[in-house]
């Protein structure tokens, strides 16, 4: 155990947890002091991985561990409040991965623990960390394609062998548009503003031993008068991909997680013969990280450290899940309907 550092324990070590395990190692400020699983084999593949000296199978072993500073907690969504909720109240800063919970009675509860133990509560929308994204957001903030009008991003993920460990993943309660479409919802929420309405559709032709809708479409009135798209597929035949378009009045950005440049159209580069066109998208390139959770882990880190807020609030990772939720309803009984946020 090194003092100087923050002594940092990843609860689940799966691949994804063996990715935090890594942005952790590769933190200069943080120390990986501990991992955990319920599985001995991915414990022991972790364990040996990294070299740690603490690995259990029971997290409750870790909630009491006054070595430990902060906890990364990568296992089933189903198990997001319980871990969080022990961690918090012992103390420690928690950096929870998405979705925040399955419904919004678990992130009322969890906003409301966060709230009262004053730890840091940190929801991992990793979208916000990757690179074309955080271009895209700059080009769109800076003002370079003008107002926004419309705004679309995807998921397109085939969930054939995503069950999960226990499958979990394939249960009623986790809706692809929840555990999945969380990413570009959260994405263009960070762009474009909370949705006020929702109109969604859904069908179920691909992944039939699936308990869920595995195709949602929701279209959504966001401020400004900015109009929007999401689409999930869990069942698709085609790479994963979150290929995302935003359209403004002087340009137009088209990126995602998976390419190595982002295509921006501008009416701001005048040809050579004075003519304005917006026909020949810059090609500007980006490193392909899509989970970039080594930068999410820096930002964890350092706000722990300077004392800085959470870098995405439980109330960010909240409010996504209410769209999310708000989303999956509209889509069951056919109508619009108003999306009610969370209060802080
Ligand atoms: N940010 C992203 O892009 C991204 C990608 C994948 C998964 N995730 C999220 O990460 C979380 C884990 O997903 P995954 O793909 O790693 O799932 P997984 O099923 O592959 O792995 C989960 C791990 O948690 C372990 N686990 C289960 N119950 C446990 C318990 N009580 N105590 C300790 N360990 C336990 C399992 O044994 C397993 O090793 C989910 O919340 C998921 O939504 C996020």
Redesign the pocket.
């Known amino acids: 155990m090194e003092k100087n550092k923050l002594n940092i324990a990843v609860?689940?070590?799966?691949?994804?947890?063996i990715?935090h395990m890594k942005g952790v190692v590769n933190n200069k400020n943080a120390n990986l002091y501990a991992v955990?699983?319920?599985?001995n084999e991915?414990?022991n593949e972790a364990k040996t991985k990294y070299n740690v000296d603490i690995a259990v199978?029971?997290?409750k072993e870790l909630v009491n561990d006054k070595n430990v500073d902060a906890v990364i907690?990568?296992?089933?969504?189903q198990?997001?409040l319980?871990?969080t909720k022990a961690f918090l109240e012992a103390g420690k800063h928690v950096l929870?991965?998405?979705?925040m919970a399955l419904n919004m009675m678990e992130c009322e509860e969890m906003m409301r623990i966060q709230h009262q133990t004053g730890n840091m509560l940190m929801i991992?929308?990793?979208?916000r960390c990757t690179p074309a994204f955080i271009m895209a957001k700059e080009i769109v903030d800076s003002g370079r394609i003008g107002d926004l009008f419309f705004v679309e991003s995807e998921y397109a993920h085939n969930y054939e062998n995503?069950?999960?460990?226990?499958s979990?993943?394939k249960t009623p309660e986790r809706s692809s548009f929840i555990?999945?479409g969380?990413?570009a919802v959260d994405l263009l929420r960070w762009i474009a503003g909370d949705p006020t309405e929702v109109t969604a559709y859904s069908n179920h032709k691909c992944m039939l031993d699936w308990p869920t809708d595995d195709c949602v479409i929701a279209i959504y009135k966001f401020p400004n008068n900015v109009i929007g798209k999401v689409f999930v597929s869990t069942g698709c035949r085609r790479d994963y991909t979150m290929r995302t378009v935003l359209y403004g009045t002087r340009g137009t950005i088209i990126c995602d997680n998976t390419s190595p440049e982002i295509y921006l159209y501008t009416m701001d580069e005048p040809l050579a013969d004075g003519k304005i066109s917006y026909t020949h998208p810059q090609k500007l390139p980006v490193n392909i990280n899509?989970?970039n959770?080594g930068a999410?882990i820096d930002q964890f880190v350092d706000a722990i450290i300077n004392g800085n807020t959470s870098p995405v609030s439980p109330l960010e990772g909240a409010s996504t899940v209410a769209v999310c939720c708000r989303t999956v309803e509209s889509a069951a009984i056919g109508s619009t309907l108003k999306i009610n946020y969370p209060v802080y």
């Open positions: 609860i689940g070590s799966s691949a994804m947890g990715s955990c699983d319920i599985d991915a414990l199978q029971d997290y907690i990568v296992t089933p969504d198990l997001h319980e871990m929870c991965e998405k979705p991992g929308q990793v979208c995503a069950e999960g460990k226990n979990w993943r555990g999945g969380c990413h899509n989970h959770v999410e």
